[in-house]
Every structure is written in structure tokens, then in C-alpha cells.
């Protein structure tokens, strides 16, 4: 059991299904509290079902959709007043979809800004003030390999997962100064649902298949880094490879790769 973990009171968002599902669960082994927050209330109270009956925490579920901000100081408030303070927040909520630039409709590009990027921010936000009075804390955010490389038929989700990354690297020099730790995550393709709305021809699943996360590995990876000075986690090791190489020859890899990247 991770000792860093046990006992502390841990927010997830986007928990109803994917990584964070996997990563509830993996706080619980390890002796967590977690609030566990989605828009799918149904999901929600069979992760909620399963976590009371393996393991001998505190869970508890809140109902918000993330891009509905007028709601989350209220559901924020009520975490509160369950939990009496918090340690953790994993902004993991997100989705994206993958279609060239002239076919994103501009409402799904407005809504993945509202969710991946402004939802992000008003949940950090609401917590932040608590974690610099206690002088402790821990936030992870959820970003993407997408974040540090873009390819073809990923702009609008491409740039929500770089303003999350340039939002983070701003916070973790702000929230240091009060012992508030801040790590972004930045995994490639995991095998859960994401796809399914990201990809609806299903090709790019297809296709990387064989390359996709195990969505317990990514899970336990960022569970493993809660409390510790990790400043970003990269997965996997090859993709994240790519990804500096991209910053360092940028015109050479778009070139060389070109074909290759509309794969998806």
C-alpha cells in the first residue's frame, strides 16, 4: 500500500469510465478517500458500489458536467463540507475528436474548450485557495502527448491539450511557493471509449491498436506519483521520445512523417 496515499481525500473528475474509473480504484487500494465526479450519475454509483464493497474507504459521488461552471463552486463546496478538506485533485475530465480543421464543427471545438481546458481551470480554482491556506496538496492534470506533438486531424483537440499544458507549467511555479504540487500527465492512445466519440470511422483505433495504453498502467502510474515532486508524467517512454524530437527538428519530422500522421 502506498503510504504517501492512505488516508488522504482525493477529487477525480471524468470518473465514470476510462482512466479515471481505473484511477479511483487504484486510490482506494491504496488506502484513499476519493469524491468522485462525472456527468454520468448511473456509472458513478456502480464505481461507487464496487469501491464500498473491495475496500474499507470513504467514496463519494457529485453529478457535474464540468463545462456547466455555474455549478462547480456549489459541487466544490459540498466536497468540502463531506470531506473537511482536501489533498488531491486529478482534473481528468476531457474529451476530443479527430477531424481536419474545416470539419470540426465550431460548437464541438467550443465545447472540448469548455470541458478540456476552461473546466479544468474553474475545478483548480474552487481548490486551489484551500490547498495554499493548508499548505499542501497535490494537482494532476490530465494533458496529452497531443499536447507536445501536433499531427494532422487533431488541431482543436491539439490546442486544448497544449493551453492545459501551458496553464500547468504556469501553476506549478505559482502553487510551489505554498507547497502545492502540480504535475501534468501526457499519455499517448489508451484503450478506453475515447474513441469512440474522438473517431467515429474507428481508423485511427485500427490502426495504433497494438501501441494503445493499458489504461491500468496509465492509471497507476499517476496514482503512484500523487505526493511526490513529479513534474510530468510521459507515456509511453517511445511516443514522449517523438515528441522532443518534434520540439528540436519540428520541420524535418512534419516532413518525414507527414504521411504517416494521417493515419488517424
Known amino acids: 500500500m502506498n503510504q504517501r496515499v492512505k488516508g488522504k481525500n482525493i477529487i477525480i473528475t471524468g470518473a465514470s469510465g476510462g482512466i479515471g474509473e481505473q484511477m479511483a480504484l487504484k486510490v482506494a487500494e491504496n488506502g484513499g478517500n476519493v469524491a468522485l465526479i462525472a456527468r454520468r450519475l448511473h456509472l458513478l454509483e456502480n464505481l461507487k458500489q464496487t469501491i464500498e464493497a473491495d475496500y474499507q474507504?470513504?467514496?463519494?459521488?457529485?453529478?457535474?458536467?464540468?463545462?456547466?461552471?455555474?455549478?462547480?463552486?456549489?459541487?466544490?463546496?459540498?466536497i468540502m463540507d463531506d470531506f473537511?478538506?482536501?489533498?488531491?485533485?486529478?482534473?481528468?475530465?476531457?474529451?476530443?475528436?479527430?477531424?481536419?480543421?474545416?470539419?470540426?464543427p465550431f460548437s464541438v471545438v467550443k465545447?472540448?474548450?469548455?470541458?478540456?481546458?476552461?473546466?479544468?481551470?474553474?475545478?483548480?480554482?474552487?481548490?486551489?485557495?484551500?490547498?495554499?491556506?493548508?499548505?499542501?496538496?497535490?494537482?494532476?492534470?490530465?494533458?496529452?502527448?497531443?499536447?507536445?506533438?501536433?499531427?494532422?486531424?487533431?488541431?482543436?483537440?491539439?490546442?486544448?491539450?497544449?493551453?492545459?499544458l501551458g496553464y500547468t507549467n504556469s501553476l506549478r511555479m505559482e502553487a510551489s511557493r505554498y507547497g502545492v504540487q502540480v504535475t501534468a500527465v501526457n499519455p499517448g492512445p489508451i484503450a478506453t471509449d475515447f474513441f469512440s466519440i474522438a473517431d467515429e470511422s474507428g481508423t485511427y483505433a485500427?490502426?495504433?491498436?497494438?501501441?494503445?495504453?493499458?489504461?491500468?498502467?496509465?492509471?497507476?502510474?499517476?496514482?503512484?506519483?500523487?505526493?511526490?515532486n513529479?513534474?510530468?508524467?510521459?507515456?509511453?517512454?517511445?511516443?514522449?521520445?517523438?515528441?522532443?524530437?518534434?520540439?528540436?527538428f519540428p520541420s524535418f519530422v512534419e516532413k518525414v512523417g507527414n504521411k504517416l500522421f494521417f493515419k488517424k
Open 57 to 78: 474507504t470513504t467514496v463519494k459521488i457529485y453529478q457535474l458536467d464540468v463545462a456547466q461552471y455555474d455549478e462547480i463552486p456549489g459541487v466544490f463546496t459540498t
Open 84 to 104: 473537511g478538506e482536501v489533498h488531491g485533485l486529478i482534473n481528468n475530465a476531457g474529451f476530443g475528436i479527430f477531424k481536419e480543421a474545416h470539419e470540426a
Open 111 to 164: 465545447g472540448m474548450f469548455e470541458v478540456n481546458v476552461l473546466g479544468l481551470i474553474a475545478c483548480t480554482g474552487e481548490l486551489l485557495p484551500h490547498m495554499r491556506r493548508q499548505g499542501f496538496g497535490h494537482i494532476i492534470n490530465i494533458a496529452s502527448q497531443a499536447g507536445k506533438f501536433a499531427t494532422p486531424k487533431s488541431s482543436a483537440y491539439s490546442a486544448s491539450k497544449h493551453a492545459v
Open 206 to 228: 485500427k490502426n495504433v491498436g497494438k501501441w494503445m495504453l493499458n489504461p491500468h498502467l496509465v492509471a497507476e502510474k499517476v496514482v503512484n506519483s500523487l505526493f511526490t
Open 230 to 248: 513529479r513534474r510530468e508524467i510521459n507515456l509511453p517512454v517511445w511516443m514522449n521520445a517523438g515528441s522532443v524530437i518534434y520540439q528540436l
